[in-house]
């Protein structure tokens, strides 16, 4: 039997998987962490060692509170700074107080901290610059988020952190990226549990507009539960991940297909959906995408070193695929059952 059932899955699949694939962007134009209309300007003037554009970039954002494009702009930027800087310290040269290039800086010297053996030393050399750019920032939830970010590296007791988080929710309550930071520490991997991961993230997405990126939170901490061993409050219930998964599928049905807005929280869903062989969500997710492929979670490292997160992507996608046309029966999908020759052909 089990003999039989490989054979008609490959027949199936030799049947299908054309069709299935013609559904879905092509690999060779999925791209990977695509900037937006207006970052990606700013990314290639910072190439030609051009500052201008990322400033009034980020002025526009801070000017217009428009705190979430702001998180992610200085984070790409912060990440183009990383490998061709150039721009930066001609920015920072050209106007030392510019708390927008302050805060690029600040957000690449975490990276590079965070990257560093001596991990902790680092990111605590670096509290009176982060401290100092959040403490000038009356409104921006930003220089926060970072905050919360350096805390978790630096070893912060849950005192300090809660300060922290009470400052960035007075100045954005419902912001995605500072709820992200106080999930990573409350995660079982940091100074939390599952439990406790799970308890703040599925408050905050009850407390969210219906169309935030913060209702798609519990899918992030059933991606932490996947991911890290079982701690002292056991496994997360399957249950509860499949709550999430019901959240964030309604989330991003919300958006319109191929949208770049919700790719990275899409892209998750996508793998929480595969690791639950949840094959059919999966597939309808890989179509919203689209051609946005993210770097988290699929750059996330299984191992010693970091894997190619695009082409985690591709073959998550083709193993979706696979297991979809191993699945879909031949019948009904062509001609009738006669064939060509009728009850006697061949």
């Given at each position: 039997m089990?003999?039989?059932?490989?054979?008609?899955?490959?027949?199936?699949?030799?049947?299908?998987?054309?069709?299935?694939t013609?559904?879905?962007?092509?690999?060779?134009?999925?791209?990977?962490?695509?900037?937006?209309?207006?970052?990606?300007?700013?990314?290639?003037?910072?190439?030609?060692?051009?500052?201008?554009?990322?400033?009034?970039?980020?002025?526009?954002?801070?000017?217009?509170?428009?705190?979430?494009?702001?998180?992610?702009?200085?984070?790409?930027?912060a990440?183009?700074?990383y490998?061709?800087?150039?721009?930066?310290?001609?920015?920072?040269?050209?106007?030392?107080?510019?708390?927008?290039?302050?805060?690029?800086?600040?957000?690449?010297?975490?990276?590079?901290?965070?990257?560093?053996?001596?991990?902790?030393?680092?990111?605590?050399?670096?509290?009176?610059?982060?401290?100092?750019?959040?403490?000038?920032?009356?409104?921006?939830?930003?220089?926060?988020?970072?905050?919360?970010?350096?805390?978790?590296?630096?070893?912060?007791?849950?005192?300090?952190?809660?300060?922290?988080?009470?400052?960035?929710?007075?100045?954005?309550p419902?912001h995605?990226?500072?709820?992200?930071?106080?999930?990573?520490?409350?995660?079982?991997?940091?100074?939390?549990?599952?439990?406790?991961?799970?308890?703040?993230?599925?408050?905050?997405?009850?407390?969210?507009?219906?169309?935030?990126?913060?209702?798609?939170?519990?899918?992030?901490?059933?991606?932490?539960?996947?991911?890290?061993?079982?701690?002292?409050?056991?496994?997360?219930?399957?249950?509860?991940?499949?709550?999430?998964?019901?959240?964030?599928?309604?989330?991003?049905?919300a958006?319109?297909?191929?949208?770049?807005?919700?790719?990275?929280?899409?892209?998750?869903?996508?793998?929480?959906?595969?690791?639950?062989?949840?094959?059919?969500?999966?597939?309808?997710?890989?179509?919203?995408?689209?051609?946005?492929?993210?770097?988290?979670?699929?750059?996330?490292?299984?191992?010693?070193?970091p894997?190619?997160?695009?082409?985690?992507?591709?073959?998550?996608?083709?193993?979706?695929?696979?297991?979809?046309?191993?699945?879909?029966?031949?019948r009904?999908?062509?001609?009738?059952?006669?064939?060509?020759?009728?009850?006697?052909?061949?």
């Amino acid at each position: 039997m089990s003999l039989l059932r490989a054979l008609l899955g490959t027949v199936r699949s030799a049947r299908h998987a054309p069709r299935l694939t013609a559904a879905l962007v092509p690999d060779a134009d999925v791209l990977l962490d695509a900037p937006d209309e207006r970052l990606s300007p700013a990314l290639v003037a910072a190439a030609l060692g051009d500052p201008e554009p990322a400033a009034k970039l980020l002025a526009t954002t801070r000017d217009a509170a428009e705190w979430e494009d702001r998180d992610r702009y200085v984070t790409r930027l912060a990440t183009f700074a990383y490998h061709r800087g150039g721009w930066l310290t001609g920015w920072l040269a050209a106007a030392p107080g510019d708390p927008d290039a302050l805060l690029v800086t600040a957000q690449l010297a975490v990276r590079r901290a965070w990257e560093s053996p001596a991990r902790a030393e680092r990111l605590r050399e670096l509290a009176p610059l982060v401290r100092e750019i959040a403490g000038e920032a009356p409104h921006d939830p930003v220089p926060w988020r970072l905050a919360l970010d350096h805390a978790r590296g630096a070893h912060a007791g849950h005192a300090v952190f809660e300060s922290l988080w009470e400052q960035a929710v007075r100045r954005s309550p419902h912001h995605y990226g500072c709820h992200v930071a106080a999930l990573k520490y409350l995660s079982a991997q940091w100074y939390g549990s599952h439990r406790a991961a799970f308890d703040f993230a599925e408050q905050a997405a009850d407390d969210a507009a219906p169309d935030s990126l913060v209702g798609a939170l519990p899918v992030r901490a059933a991606y932490d539960g996947l991911r890290v061993p079982p701690g002292p409050d056991g496994s997360v219930p399957a249950d509860r991940v499949d709550r999430a998964v019901a959240r964030a599928l309604a989330l991003s049905a919300a958006f319109p297909a191929g949208d770049p807005w919700p790719a990275e929280v899409r892209n998750l869903l996508a793998y929480v959906l595969v690791e639950r062989a949840r094959w059919t969500e999966a597939w309808e997710e890989f179509g919203r995408i689209g051609p946005y492929a993210t770097s988290f979670p699929w750059g996330a490292a299984r191992g010693a070193a970091p894997e190619d997160p695009l082409l985690r992507f591709l073959a998550a996608r083709d193993r979706v695929r696979g297991e979809l046309a191993r699945r879909t029966p031949l019948r009904g999908t062509g001609r009738g059952r006669a064939g060509r020759g009728g009850p006697g052909g061949h």
